[in-house]
T-cell receptor, first 113, second 115 residues
Framework: TQLLEQSPQFLSIQEGENLTVYCNSS?????LQWYRQEPGEGPVLLVT?????EVKKLKRLTFQFGDARKDSSLHITAAQPGDTGLYLCAGAFHIQGAQKLVFGQGTRLTINP | DTGVSQDPRHKITKRGQNVTFRCDPI?????LYWYRQTLGQGPEFLTY????????KSRLLSDRFSAERPKGSFSTLEIQRTEQGDSAMYLC?????????????FGPGTRLTVT
């Protein structure tokens, strides 16, 4: 069974604080994607990391792919209330001509003003 | 710009009834995926199409579930004889045919409630 563990599952912090969300697996992925999902909506792609050790930045969000391509982290600097939402990591496995995504259970982030 | 669209957005049905959902992918995308998401969990892969060919099916897809993509454009997911355990958000995603493209773009989902 392919498993992706996200931690923490819930996080509530004050505006302006920093935070890190972790995504871990014993499996090696061809790539890893981070999504953000609002209630009642589908996940929205934030970033894709492909190369082991890769770091990508999206404004105050920093994404890192582990050297062995088994884990990833999302770091948010100076969190704002607008960052509130469900963050999902998804590891990609090759299937016939495409990639199947295996999702973590998500981290529900609340930023309090 | 038209992203992935799904219809209906919400469906309430009684146990034992059949339901059908539709997904329209991004127009130039030839790969289409169905996922199911239950409350408090991440989405789980159900099935995948490349053009009109269904190339991968999860064991989650019981024989009551069938998916089609007859002309390689839109897709339908049908659930026969619905059960309360089928209540979930059904998500569709699409990706381009470029070998280097790993990115899947999701629709807004269809929330199914079986009473």
């Amino acid at each position: 069974t392919q498993l992706l563990e996200q931690s923490p599952q819930f996080l509530s912090i004050q505006e302006g604080e920093n935070l890190t969300v972790y995504c871990n697996s014993s499996s090696v992925f061809s790539s890893l994607q981070w999504y953000r999902q609002e209630p009642g909506e589908g996940p929205v792609l934030l970033v894709t990391v492909v190369t082991g050790g890769e770091v990508k930045k999206l404004k105050r969000l920093t994404f890192q792919f582990g050297d062995a391509r088994k884990d990833s982290s999302l770091h948010i600097t100076a969190a704002q209330p607008g960052d509130t939402g469900l963050y999902l990591c998804a590891g990609a496995f090759h299937i016939q001509g495409a990639q199947k995504l295996v999702f973590g259970q998500g981290t529900r982030l609340t930023i309090n003003p | 710009d038209t992203g992935v669209s799904q219809d209906p957005r919400h469906k309430i049905t009684k146990r034992g009834q059949n339901v059908t959902f539709r997904c329209d992918p991004i127009s130039e995308h030839n790969r289409l995926y169905w996922y199911r998401q239950t409350l408090g969990q991440g989405p789980e892969f159900l099935t995948y199409f490349q053009n009109e060919a269904q190339l991968e099916k999860s064991r989650l897809l019981s024989d009551r579930f069938s998916a089609e993509r007859p002309k390689g454009s839109f897709s339908t997911l049908e659930i026969q004889r619905t059960e309360q355990g089928d209540s979930a958000m059904y998500l569709c995603a699409s990706s381009s045919g470029q070998v280097s493209s790993y990115e899947q773009y999701f629709g807004p989902g269809t929330r199914l409630t079986v009473t």
